[in-house]
């Protein structure tokens, strides 16, 4: 079927016939832009055309409004080649009126005057006219449409300078095509309007205006608006829809009876024939049956649908075309033969399916969400078919299957011939050149028709490519149902190892969604493979489950029980090691039982090694009563949500990540009067490259997929369960510590074991915690005086330790410190200081667990000798029955008092003094005595003979006095040190009859006189205020010494004193016994002065050595330099003058 626009030709038709092949072959060599009306937007089209020479008759139908778009001409062109002005007036001029009148009595204003022009060289020496044939024309008819009156220059005469003027007529016939096709494209569309609201009147065509409505498609098909094109057959579509559903309701219509002819064939739809229009001559002269008329209307659209690369829209289209024929051939009640509308719908589906196979990608989600319900649909179909024709497994076709076979396969017919327009579009992907190409799908489904062997294959093929096809598009409960059919085929053909996986994978998605009645009827399935696989621990399993199947019948439920008790006697396989694997001998105890409550019976807290009670509240999903060897609840240490959730994800406690939220915006769709017509959301996300998809339910596996430890459990053994609700009393050891929760159930029977996936109850699982109160020692006491008894008390708390009868405390004390229990004041050993010890054993009699006891002891250390800056530390290290590890205390004693000495000389008498300093006790001192064992040195006591004991307390100090004699021989050289002892004894004032001995040792250097020191000031007897003075050193030296060079220095009260000069000098006492120095001072202030404070040292020149190269002074120590008038006071009188 030739669709090309028609142009028609008039005047000069021997000529126009001349340029015409050259003029149609030119027209489709460019595309022009074309400018639509009703504001629809700019396309470029190419154009095709056909000429015809001018007819009177397509006009008439247009007058009448009875015409074609198809067979309507789009432009009228006037040829002529006249070019001498007054052959145009005599006759050509009247010819062009004529021609234009007879175009406007008909409505039409699509024409154009063509003036072939030929040039005479002979005359064109001549001047040229003024006027010519062109411009009369324009001005005669072309006066508002001047652009459509054209001249050419003859192509056949003048072929080098024809081609400007040339193109120029071609783009002006194009150009005038498409304002030609804007006008009769909206009449056309008018007219159809006007034709279709007709349709409710009894003399009304369908099919008139099928035709009608098709033809306008074909011309925007022609012009490459496909898309629009599809909009007018789905508008047909729409409404043939729509006159077959009245029908239903007794709204009969009289061309119907077209469309009501028996199935006698069900051809399926075919997408690649040669002649696409075939049908359309059919349904034109013949007549066709409705399946016929849908199946043109479908290959039609997806025709238009692959045209626009949209595959993916026939596959979604389908399965409504389908339903919606089957429908329609109910509302008229055709007659057809059993089995014919199964065959049509599997080969239409078939034939879409081969195409998107050829189109689809492996990553393309959206062409195979449509596939999937058709590859369904046939091995649905498929299945009929062969349950019809007795080809299903374990049958054999009668003579009168046969029969039906044979005319089933006449009904389909053969496949049309069909053309390589579909290899050939781009958007089909190549196939290897070795692969065998497929077979038409009215051939497959003869085939399998004609033996049981190629139906069983070919329906094997198509649940398969279901299955995978679902997956792929993660339709997961689609893929089981899908493999639910394919299981139980499969048992048809005595496979039932084949049938398992599917049944199993079906039940896991049941159970995860609650369907309990479906999930039990594919347990039953179950069973049924399982006992012909005989493999009797998966069926032991199994009839557990379904005689807990509340769904089912009584009667059904117990056979099954009997069945699972007598396959469980002669049940031995032994436990298996992977818990995960669904042949392993555990099973789902949510299946048969239900865990109601878990309540710990024991008061909190529940104390280490003490037995735990546990009450469970279990209901029994079982017919009748059985007996669980053992029933245990398993419980690990209790972990928080957060907690969990940060292990498992290794990221920080309370880190939300909420960058996987989809920001969503609501949109309220409201209607012109303002009311809300629709309400939605979206998301403002940019689209990514893989769509949402539907994911499955949550996992359920069939068998526990972890089994918990149970090395902490409650357990009771050999209960009988009955059917219903059963309280159960669980005991167990707590052994450790911690806060616990339960974790899952266990309940044993023979070799299988039953455990709970989790514990879901009402409420969390409960928690528990066991803890254990820790024994404990320690030592209370207050501050610790060093030298006195100071009580301390041991404290020890048994908590939830046993301790055995002989059960003791060892304390031992570090060195000088000892300790005892505390004793009566009355006691005789109570001032006895040999009663306390280095070690102390304390016993504890009677101890019992969770007692407290306060144990006084009493310690006692020696108080140190010398001033300390820090207290005095010592420890006592424990040893507990309940703990291997020792532990040891620290202690700080402070000491009662401290004694210091000091070094006093006259002349060359020494003398000694000792200072006790009272610190933090209130003590009483007597027999104050000092020792010194260094021969030649003897210390006479000038203190007085006290009757009384001393009190000494805090901040109150008590002195003694001694003087040291040396004798004579003993040079300082020989006895560099001497050492002498102070012993004094104390006692506190609560216990005076006790008295302990305090000493200390003091060394003495430096003892010797070596250097005698004299000042006087004169006058002595007249010293004015700031009147000069002379103040006369005088150095002696009272023993031998080393020292040679001595360094004097004035250190005077700038108050009280100015020295004139200098202050400071170097004197030698070498080979001289004495020296003398004069100074000038004068005094500042009136009064009793003190004499200025003179300081001697010893001095040692610099230079004397490389490394030495500074003087360097050295004091001497307090005890050998004597200053004789340190102490002395010099009266200052005021001056003459008056000044104080």
């Known amino acids: 079927m030739q669709i090309k626009p028609i142009i028609t030709y008039s005047g000069a038709c021997p000529l126009f016939r001349s340029l015409e092949s050259q003029i149609l072959n030119a027209i489709p060599l460019d595309t022009c832009e074309w400018r639509r ?25 247009y007058k009448q409004g009875d015409w074609s778009i198809l067979d309507h001409p789009i432009l009228h062109i006037y040829v002529t080649d006249c070019n001498d002005v007054d052959a145009y007036k005599a006759t050509i001029r009247e010819e062009i009126d004529t021609w234009l009148k007879l175009l406007t009595s008909y409505g039409v204003s699509d024409w154009m005057i063509l003036l072939v022009e030929t040039l005479d060289i002979r005359k064109t020496k001549n001047l040229l006219p003024r006027t010519t044939v062109l411009d009369k024309i324009r001005l005669d008819f072309g006066s ?20 400007e003027s040339f193109r120029c007529l071609v783009q002006r016939i194009r150009f005038l095509m498409l304002t030609s096709y804007n006008r009769n494209i909206a009449k056309y569309e008018e007219l159809i309007r006007s034709k279709r609201e007709k349709r409710n009147h009894d003399d009304w065509d369908f099919r008139q205006y099928f035709f009608l409505q098709e033809d306008l498609a074909l011309i925007l098909e022609k012009l490459e608006l496909p898309t629009e094109a599809l909009i007018q057959y789905d508008e047909l579509d729409a409404m043939f829809s729509q006159f077959i559903t009245h029908t239903g309701f007794n709204e009969k219509q009289q061309w119907l009876s077209y469309f009501k002819r028996p199935l006698s064939a069900f051809h399926g739809i075919c997408l690649s024939r040669v002649d696409k229009f075939e049908m359309r001559q059919k349904i034109r002269s013949e007549g066709v049956s409705l399946l016929e008329f849908r199946n043109y209307l479908f290959e039609r659209q997806a025709y238009l649908l692959l045209t626009c690369n949209d595959i993916p829209e026939i596959a979604k289209r389908l399965l409504g075309f389908l339903f919606s024929t089957l429908r329609e051939v109910e509302y008229i009640k055709l007659d057809c033969q059993e089995g014919a509308l199964c065959c049509w719908e599997f080969v239409c589906a078939l034939e879409v399916l081969q195409l998107c196979e050829q189109a689809m990608e492996p990553n393309e989600v959206t062409c195979f969400q449509h596939c999937a319900p058709i590859w369904n649909l046939a091995k649905d179909k498929l299945y009929e078919l062969g349950k019809l024709c007795g080809l299903l497994p374990g049958c054999t076709p009668s003579s009168e299957q046969l029969h039906i076979v044979v005319q089933l396969s006449s009904g389909i017919g053969d496949a049309p011939p069909q053309q390589q327009f579909l290899q050939a579009m781009p958007q089909l992907r190549d196939r290897s050149p070795n692969r065998k190409p497929k077979l038409s799908a009215a051939q497959q489904l003869k085939e399998a028709l004609g033996s049981n062997q190629a139906f069983q294959k070919l329906y094997l093929e198509l649940a398969e490519l279901a299955i995978s096809t679902y997956k792929h598009v993660t339709r997961l409960r689609s893929a089981r149902l899908v493999g639910l059919d394919l299981g139980k085929f499969y048992c048809a053909l005595n496979e039932p190892h084949k049938a398992v996986g599917f049944f199993t994978d079906l039940l896991r998605e049941l159970k995860a969604e609650n369907w309990h009645t479906l999930s039990s009827q594919t347990l039953l399935e179950l069973a049924n493979c399982y006992r012909k696989m005989g493999d009797s621990l998966a069926y032991t399993k199994t009839c557990s ?6 769904e089912l019948e009584t009667l059904v439920r117990t056979f099954y029980f009997d069945e699972f008790l007598k396959s469980l006697k002669t049940l031995n396989t032994t436990l298996s090691a992977q818990p995960s694997m669904e042949n392993a001998n555990y099973c789902v105890l949510e ?12 008061a909190n807290p529940i104390i280490q090694d003490d037995h735990l009670l546990v009450q469970l509240k279990v209901e029994s999903l079982y017919p009748r009563g059985i007996v669980a060897e053992c029933i245990k609840i398993c419980y690990e240490l209790h972990v928080t949500p957060e907690l969990e959730a940060a292990l498992q994800q290794d990221v920080p406690l309370k880190s939300k990540d909420c960058s996987s939220r989809l920001k969503v915006t609501l949109q309220l769709f409201h209607k012109q009067d303002g009311s809300l017509n629709s309400a939605s959301v979206a998301s403002d996300t940019p689209k990514t490259k893989q769509p949402v998809r539907r994911t499955s339910s949550t996992k359920r596996k069939l068998s526990p997929s972890v089994q918990s430890d149970f090395s902490n459990t409650v357990q009771a053994e050999n209960i009988a369960l009955q059917p219903g609700i059963n309280l159960l009393e669980l005991k167990g050891k707590a052994n450790r510590v911690g806060r616990w929760q339960f974790k899952q159930l266990c309940v044993s029977m023979s070799s299988l074991e039953f455990l709970s996936e989790q514990l879901a109850m009402q409420l969390q699982p409960p928690t528990f915690e066991i803890c254990t109160k820790p024994a404990s020692a320690s030592l209370h006491f207050k501050t610790l005086i060093a030298g006195i008894v100071q009580p301390i008390n041991l404290y020890v708390t048994g908590g939830s330790f046993i301790f055995p009868p002989d059960a003791k405390i060892t304390l031992r004390c570090s060195k000088n410190l000892r300790i005892r229990q505390a004793l009566p004041v009355d006691d005789p050993g109570c001032g006895n200081d040999a009663t306390f010890e280095q070690t102390l054993l304390v016993p504890l009699l009677q101890f019992k667990s969770f007692e407290e006891r306060s144990i006084p002891l009493e310690v006692l250390t020696d108080m140190p000798g010398r001033k300390v800056a820090k207290h005095h530390e010592h420890h006592i290290t424990l040893s507990c029955p309940w703990s291997r590890n020792e532990l040891q205390i620290p202690l700080e004693f402070q000491p009662a008092m401290e004694a210091t000495c000091r070094l006093h000389t006259c002349g060359t008498q020494k003398f000694l003094q000792v200072i006790m300093k009272g610190l933090d006790a209130q003590l009483l001192l007597h027999q104050a005595k000092v020792k010194c064992d260094v021969p030649g040195v003897r210390l006479q006591d000038l203190n007085p003979d006290p009757q009384e004991p001393i009190q000494i307390h805090k901040s109150l100090t008590v002195t003694y006095l001694y003087e040291i004699q040396v004798e004579p021989l003993k040079a ?10 102070f012993v004094v004894k104390y006692t506190t004032l609560t216990e005076p009859q006790v008295w302990r001995n305090y000493g200390c040792a003091f060394d003495l250097v430096d003892y010797s006189t070596l250097f005698k020191l004299q000042a006087q000031l004169e006058p002595n007897e007249l010293c004015r205020l700031r009147t000069v003075c002379n103040l006369n050193l005088k150095i002696t030296k009272v023993n031998e010494n080393p020292y040679v060079d001595l360094m004097y220095e004035v250190l005077n009260d700038q108050n009280l004193w100015a020295v004139c000069g200098r202050s400071a000098g170097v004197v030698s006492m070498k080979d001289v016994d004495s020296h003398s120095i004069s100074l000038d001072v004068m005094p500042l202030s009136t009064g009793f002065l003190p004499m200025p404070s003179i300081r001697l040292s010893k001095y040692t020149a610099g230079g004397k050595s490389k490394t030495d190269g500074h003087s360097k002074v050295h004091p001497f120590p307090p005890g050998q330099v004597y200053n004789s008038t340190k102490s002395m006071q010099i009266h200052v009188i005021a001056s003459v003058s008056g000044e104080q």
């Open 37 to 61: 009306t009703f504001q629809r937007p700019t396309k470029h089209v190419r154009l095709e055309a056909q000429a015809q020479q001018f007819n009177v008759e397509p006009l008439e139908k």
């Open 144 to 163: 508002k449409n001047d652009d459509r009156c054209i001249s050419v220059l003859n192509p056949a005469k003048f072929e080098q300078k024809s081609t």
């Open 545 to 550: 489950s379904i005689s807990c199947c509340a």
């Open 591 to 602: 299946d048969h039982f239900r865990v109601l409550d878990i309540e710990v019976l024991n």
């Open 972 to 981: 300082e050289h020989e006895l560099p040190i001497v050492k002498v002892h």
